[in-house]
């Protein structure tokens, strides 16, 4: 009884993510109202030009291509669960590829977007992934007189991230 317990809360858990590349999210996921309404479908960060960009999960490439002039590429996770990887420079991963969490699936542009969708549902993907906990430290800007940092790990969100 027990056991069954634990799988069925181990199944019922939000997954927990690793993000597609160590960078800052420079616009956060908004909501649509209605499926035609204006919102913004997932998370857009702002990495180095060349970037490895890292599947967030294990899953099989269904598109890699281009869209308006624009390079995406889309994973699925789980069943009817895509996560769309969007604005790369380049892909590595193709269409029918089998991909592992954490591995270079293409390179990223200035920008790089990062979309989650159940079915024909968006969900926040800042709600999946996890994030860098610890010691937050003020750097020099002449980085003159750096510290170590001490010890940081990382945690699986519980909601979107503070501010």
Same mark, same amino acid.
């Given at each position: 009884?027990?056991?069954?317990?634990?799988?069925?809360?181990?199944?019922?858990?939000?997954?927990?993510?690793?993000?597609?590349?160590?960078?800052?999210?420079?616009?956060?996921?908004?909501?649509?109202?209605? $499926?035609?309404?204006?919102?913004?479908?997932?998370?857009?960060?702002?990495?180095?030009?060349?970037?490895?960009?890292?599947?967030?999960?294990?899953?099989?490439? $269904?598109?890699?291509? *281009?869209?308006?002039?624009?390079?995406?590429?889309?994973?699925?996770?789980a069943p009817?669960?895509? *996560?769309t990887y969007?604005?790369?420079?380049?892909?590595?991963?193709?269409?029918?590829?089998?991909? *592992?969490?954490?591995?270079? *699936?293409?390179?990223?542009?200035?920008?790089?977007?990062?979309?989650?969708?159940?079915?024909?549902?968006?969900?926040?993907?800042?709600?999946?992934?996890?994030?860098?906990?610890?010691?937050?430290?003020?750097?020099?800007?002449?980085?003159? $007189?750096?510290?170590?940092?001490?010890?940081?790990?990382?945690?699986?969100? $519980?909601?979107?991230?503070?501010?």
């Amino acid at each position: 009884m027990i056991a069954a317990l634990l799988v069925v809360a181990a199944l019922a858990a939000p997954p927990c993510w690793h993000p597609p590349v160590e960078s800052v999210v420079t616009d956060a996921f908004r909501a649509p109202a209605c $499926t035609w309404c204006p919102g913004h479908r997932g998370l857009e960060y702002r990495p180095l030009l060349g970037t490895p960009v890292r599947a967030v999960a294990p899953g099989t490439v $269904t598109f890699a291509g *281009v869209v308006a002039g624009t390079k995406y590429l889309v994973i699925e996770v789980a069943p009817g669960q895509k *996560v769309t990887y969007g604005m790369l420079a380049s892909f590595v991963a193709r269409a029918g590829d089998r991909v *592992v969490q954490g591995q270079v *699936v293409g390179r990223s542009t200035a920008r790089l977007f990062l979309g989650v969708r159940q079915g024909n549902h968006y969900l926040d993907p800042a709600s999946l992934l996890e994030r860098r906990l610890g010691p937050l430290r003020l750097v020099p800007v002449d980085r003159r $007189t750096v510290r170590p940092a001490g010890s940081s790990r990382w945690a699986c969100a $519980t909601g979107p991230p503070a501010r």
